[in-house]
């Protein structure tokens, strides 16, 4: 009787061995035929092959590695963000490979903040971002995004907050200058009437803009956004009702602001309000 039960255990084994061994055949068989799909941009088929090694190998390197390319496929190509979300959280559970991990988190972020721009998630994603790995390359641009994403989400002071925190710690970076700029951008964006704790009572957000694009001006000189944050000033003194400078503002940006035309319609208006009250351009 014992001879017989080992001897029936053996074989039981080396069937389980030889079907597992038949999965993992064929799982790598999936897996090839998707990188060969994926090549010729049938990016469908595909997640289907890429989804058929996930269920042979569900806990194995194919496997994981397969959800992986599949999350990616369906983010990058498919426009199935949902899935790709589900897929890269699954990754992160059963990768042993952090950098892999950390790539999949912020592919996550990606798709929460610009592609289904559900910005409170994206907030608290990156913040735990950040606090995984305060000291990343990356963690400037996390901020950056916290702090537009409570621009989206019209939280105004908070919004600000955050861009003093990136421009106190990072003040050397690319994003130091983008929050600098956007601290103006957002006060325009409060407008005249909206209650802020920055602005003194008998000041105008309008005037506190004009200040903040002034400032960033004088830091950054030769950026980029020199010509919106002029925009902006022009904007400000033209709600201000300070027609006169507003128009020589627009003006001075005919040639160097990216719209044309919207320089000309601000003009227009601003000749026609001063027209009528009975003043004229200087």
Known sequence: MIFSYFSILSIVLTMVGMNIACSVDSARNHYVLAEKLWTNRKYSAAVSEFEKVMSKDPR????SQAMYRSAMTQF????????????FRNYIQVSDDPQSVWDAQVQIGEILYSKIEEYDQAILHYRALLKQRPE????PEFLFRIGKSHFFLFQFHEAIEI??????KFPQSLWSEKASFEIGA?????????SSAEVDSDDSVYQVAIDAFGQFLKLYPTSELVAEARFGIACCLEELDRLQEAYQAFAELKRSYSSAGVISVKLGRIRERMSQKGKFIR
């Open 136 to 139: 990343s390359p990356e963690s």
């Open 60 to 63: 194995g390197k194919l496997g």
């Open 163 to 168: 861009y003093r925190e990136i421009i106190k």
């Open 76 to 87: 990058l190509f498919l426009k199935q963000y949902g899935d790709a979300v589900r897929k």
């Open 186 to 194: 957002t006060f325009l964006t409060q407008g005249e009437g909206h």
